[in-house]
């Protein structure tokens, strides 16, 4: 097959779930013999708006869009139209004849690219990561005072969002927040078509399918496909580190360092755990939200929390390899983030928050705990739990099933596209 994924930034100067999970999944269709190309924008080392055309080794031919760089508001109003990335797009199309286009995101790019697909009679389908398409912040969290959101009310919340997110001052909110309601309703109205004409919406969990038809999102053409993960060939070999309740608890955390991921609440527990009972590396990006970093620097008064900084793909087996638990104290609701299955891979249970999606990924106290979000208090006894209860650990481990691979994966993902494009050439 001739397969174009589309998606709004790509590794190494992005290495969030959407990019890694693109990534592994272009070199997995290249690997069982597809044509495969990625188009995304980036900021690139040009001033002027230049498509680089790259092959990535043993992996897909990269459209690389140069935009420069470009600000928050910049990437918003992209939704509704960036010419550069219209025209970047239509070569791409040309070059590349794909009898399918795959996207994965479309944040800073025109909702007018799928126009683009349908005039050249391509199909489309989407994959879910998030829930940019009804929420403008992607995460169903609000900007104005860090709140999970049942969705648009008149667009004015919406509105609300927008402004805090550019900025402004938050006593200008509620009045100006109606005057961008507008704008966030005609957003939703461009986006809603995106879902409505696509061939087929994929989501990868239960949880994600129910909230896009709670939030009257298009949705008969939505299928659940779980994600898989692609391990080493030879995972790092784990030690029972934990010998006995004197050995301090390995807690880790993969991910963004970011509010709505809860970090500040995995410190704030550890903060008020003995020294010897516990340690706790966080690992992620110290570099794209600086402020809430050095909020975190600051509260972190244990010494046992290390900060250890952006990973390579080998090193996160092996700092999984060495731990006891992996944590994921989000505020948002999560969807199927990868660090989820790569515990389960890793043989590592899962400390997570009883929300979204993450109650379909841990069975609580049969492969990990489901712990109130957000409650400093409720995680702090979690973590206590491993000293008192000696044997809950080698139980949670031994409750945990094996991972959906990437190739499990795949096999579902390419008989869709093979009902698509099949269905495709009997219109035609």
């Known amino acids: 097959m001739r397969i174009l994924h589309i998606v709004h930034q790509y590794p190494p100067d992005h290495v969030g779930g959407t990019e890694q999970y693109t990534q592994s999944l272009a070199r997995a269709q290249v690997k069982r013999g597809h044509r495969v190309a990625i188009f995304f924008p980036t900021a690139g080392s040009a001033s002027g708006q230049v498509l680089s055309v790259v092959t990535e080794p043993d992996g897909p031919l990269l459209y690389a869009l140069q935009l420069g760089q470009r600000s928050r ?18 070569e791409t199309l040309s070059r590349e004849a794909p009898e399918l286009v795959h996207v994965q995101h479309l944040m800073g790019l025109p909702a007018s690219l799928v ?46 969002c927008a402004l805090a997110r550019a900025g402004r001052d938050s006593r200008l909110l509620a009045p100006s927040a109606p005057l961008l309601a507008p704008l966030m309703a005609y957003r939703s ?75 500040h609440v995995l410190v704030d527990a550890v903060n008020q755990l003995p020294v010897a009972e516990v340690q706790l590396s966080i690992f992620g990006d110290l570099n794209r939200f600086p402020d809430y970093v050095s909020e975190l620097r600051s509260r972190a008064k244990h010494p046992g929390i290390h900060f250890g900084g952006l990973l390579e793909r080998e090193a996160v087996w092996e700092k999984l390899a060495a731990a006891d638990v992996v944590a994921i104290p989000s505020l948002w609701y999560e969807n199927s983030p990868i660090v989820v299955h790569e515990a389960r891979a890793a043989g590592v249970p899962i400390i997570a928050s009883r929300l979204g999606a993450l109650i379909e990924h841990v069975q609580d106290g049969h492969d990990g705990l489901l712990i109130a979000p957000g409650d400093v208090a409720a995680w702090r006894d979690a973590f206590a739990r491993f000293s008192v209860e000696p044997a809950l650990l080698a139980r949670l481990r031994a409750g945990i099933q094996p991972a959906r691979t990437v190739e499990e994966h795949l096999d579902d993902i390419e008989a869709i596209y093979h009902q698509i494009i099949a269905r495709n050439r009997s219109d035609f």
């Open 73 to 90: 508001n910049s990437v918003f109003a992209s939704t509704f139209r960036q010419q550069a990335a219209s025209r970047a797009f239509a």
């Open 115 to 160: 126009t683009q697909i349908a005039e050249a009679g391509i199909p489309y389908l989407v994959t879910l990561h998030d829930y940019w398409f009804p929420c403008a912040n992607g995460q169903l969290v609000t900007n104005y005072d860090q709140t999970l959101c049942a969705g648009p009310r008149m667009w004015v919340n919406c509105g609300r």
């Open 189 to 263: 109205r461009l986006l809603r078509r995106v879902l409505a004409g696509a061939a087929c919406i994929v989501a990868p969990s239960e949880f994600v399918s129910r909230q896009y038809r709670l939030l009257g999102m298009p949705a008969d053409h939505m299928v659940v496909v779980p994600h898989g993960i692609k391990t080493p060939e030879a995972l790092p070999r784990r030690g029972d580190k934990r010998s006995s309740a004197s050995t301090p608890l390995q807690i880790v955390y993969l991910g963004s360092v970011a509010w709505q991921k809860g970090v």
